[in-house]
């Protein structure tokens, strides 16, 4: 089935790394996504990660992917308080048009 | 400004009632999705549109329509409104399928069901 959880929250110290973390079932998937919701807003894409590919990096980004685990994780290096927001990731499924969102991560980075 | 907007920002309205959520995106991007995003769960996919006149379910369903009679809208409707039906919803379009066409979504609307 398809199914994508996350840890429901995360705080960090300011100038920590945070690493958040997705595990998926599909093991079909042909793109993984980040993306990260600000208070009041919709959600915006950080980063997406091809299934073929062990690690993506873009500036303070890094994704890593674990196929044999269907773990996903995205770290963010020297986390600042305006990366407090809620990170989803999603999966799209092989020869459909649909993406599926994980429950959400809700980030706290704290002086 | 070109984007995908959302209307109304946020709308309370009864149970048993019809409600509309309005979408409307200037990209012509050939999709456009509906989700309804609540605590614990998520954003899960309510209607998804490939193009125009071409609507699909998805796993939320019940209770919604959708209709898809011009590319740049993809209006909601809830036919009789339940409080269940309370929930921030999410348009968001892609100019493919979600393969590596990522989806942009508008600020959403936040419906109150009394």
């Known amino acids: 089935g398809e199914d994508v959880e996350q840890s429901l929250f995360l705080s960090v110290r300011e100038g920590d790394s945070s690493v958040i973390n997705c595990t998926y079932t599909d093991s079909s998937s042909t793109y993984l996504y980040w993306y990260k919701q600000e208070p009041g807003a919709g959600l915006q894409l950080l980063t997406y990660i091809f299934s073929n590919m062990d690690m993506k990096q873009d500036q303070r980004l890094t994704v890593l992917l674990n196929k044999k685990d269907k773990h996903l994780s995205l770290r963010i290096a020297d986390t600042q308080t305006g990366d407090s927001a809620i990170y989803f990731c999603a999966e799209s499924m092989r020869n459909t048009d649909k993406l599926i969102f994980g429950t959400g991560t809700r980030l706290q980075v704290f002086p | 400004d070109a984007g995908i907007t959302q209307s109304p920002r946020y709308k309370i309205t009864e149970t048993g009632r019809q409600v509309t959520l309005m979408c409307h995106q200037t990209w012509s991007h050939s999709y456009m999705f509906w989700y309804r995003q609540d605590l614990g769960h998520g954003l899960r996919l309510i209607y998804y549109?490939?193009?125009?006149?071409?609507?699909d379910k998805g796993e939320v369903s019940d209770g919604y329509v959708v209709s898809r009679s011009k590319t740049e809208n993809f209006p909601l409707t809830l036919e009789s409104a339940t409080r269940s039906q309370t929930s921030v919803y999410f348009c968001?379009?892609?100019?493919?399928?979600?393969?590596?066409?990522?989806?942009?979504f508008g600020n959403g609307t936040r419906l109150t069901v009394t």
């Open positions: 968001a379009s892609s100019d493919g399928g979600t393969g590596n066409s990522p989806l942009h």
């Open positions: 549109s490939a193009a125009a006149d071409i609507t």
